[in-house]
Structure formats: structure tokens, C-alpha cells
């Protein structure tokens, strides 16, 4: 059973002032918009349509929340970065989005997901500097792995460990499919420790991605 699947739609918020009371942890869901991001959130729910999947990218424009138990909820944030989006609405994400992210008390971590294919692209990089001074901990998905030939796989993953490992500790990376239904172990296992779920007996505390020389594991140094 997938660590989240008892997930179901709590609320929209528009604005800050909305935001449940009784959140005792929460995790965010971020991501540039078409990276995959309500995909990967469907599919660590085990879930069709928890998210909504979206043919216009930036569909979007709240903080959607999704309860696991008493307190504990997912949050799908806007995707950012769709340049069609009026300039109102964009306007809106950022007065939302920036705020939640550096003021929220009960957000335990976010994560973010990129497209492999184009990950830390300089609006990833705009979101990760928003959340970093937080100090609280950044898991990174990169979505649509299948995009990819194993060996690309990790050449990829292995650039983007780099990349984070310059601005210090504090991230993990992975890879994932939401097509093949790969690294959801991996996700559930950081995602359980946020929130302070216990995984499935038949999960293992720790997964790893494709086989890397000295390197098998995706927890940034």
C-alpha cells in the first residue's frame, strides 16, 4: 500500500489567512509547470486523479491540501514558470507561494520536482533560494526519468548532486518515473520521515536509484 494513499482533497486557498489551523506537519509540493508535478503527487498517492493533471500547464493557482490523518496534509503548490499565465496571476502566485514558503511553521520540507531532462533551470533555482532560508530540508525528484536511457540516468543525477552539493547541506535528489512507477520507495521513505509516518512493513528504510561507482545512494553529502 503507498505510504499516501489514504490522501484525500481537504481544501483550495487563496490566501494565506485560509490556511488550516490545526496543521500540526505539512509537506509542499512544488515544481515548474509541465515538469510533472501532479503527476508524481498521483502517483506517491497511488491515486488517478488526487492532483489534477492538467493538458494547460499552470492550471493551478492555489495551495491545494490534501489530508493523510489528524494534522498532517500534502500541499500542492502552483506550478511556476508558465510564461502565458497574465501577469495578475503570476502576480498572485508569487504573493502566495513566497510567503507560505518562507513564513509556514508547520511545513516540514519540500519538494520539488524538475524534468530531468531540464532540471535546475533559473526558476528552480528562484524556488530553492525562496525556501532555503528557512533552513528546513529540500527533496528533489527528477521526473520523467524514462525520458532517459539508464546512462543518462546518471550522468544527470550525478550533475544535479554537484550542483546542490556547492550550496551545502540540506537537499536529497532522485530519480523517478510516475510512468514506470520507479523511486516511489525512495520518496515515501523522505517524505514519511517529515511527516512522521511510519512506512509499510514491506518498504525498506532506504532505496536507491541506478547503480553510481562510490556513489549509490542519492543523499547529498
Known sequence: MPLLQKAVFHTTVAHLRDLPADAVCEVAFAGRSNAGKSS?????????????????PGRT????????????????????????????IRSQWEGLIGPYLQGRSPLAGLCIIMDCRRPLT?????MIEWFRPTGRPIHILLSKADKLSRQDQTKTLRAVKAELAKQGEGFTVQLFSSLKKTGIDEAE???????GLPLP????????????????GAKMP
Do not use: C, M
Open 201 to 216: 512493513e514491506a518498504k525498506t528504510a532506504k532505496t536507491k536509484g541506478p547503480p553510481e561507482k562510490g556513489d549509490p
Open 61 to 88: 493557482q492555489h495551495l491545494n491540501y490534501f489530508t493523510l490523518e489528524g494534522g498532517k496534509y500534502l500541499v500542492d503548490l502552483p506550478g511556476y514558470g508558465y510564461a502565458k499565465a497574465p501577469e495578475a
Open 40 to 56: 508524481a503527487i498521483n502517483t506517491l498517492a497511488g491515486r488517478v486523479r488526487l492532483a489534477y493533471v492538467s493538458k494547460t
Open 122 to 126: 533559473d526558476l528552480d533555482w528562484r
Open 189 to 195: 521513505a523522505v517524505l514519511a520521515g517529515w511527516l
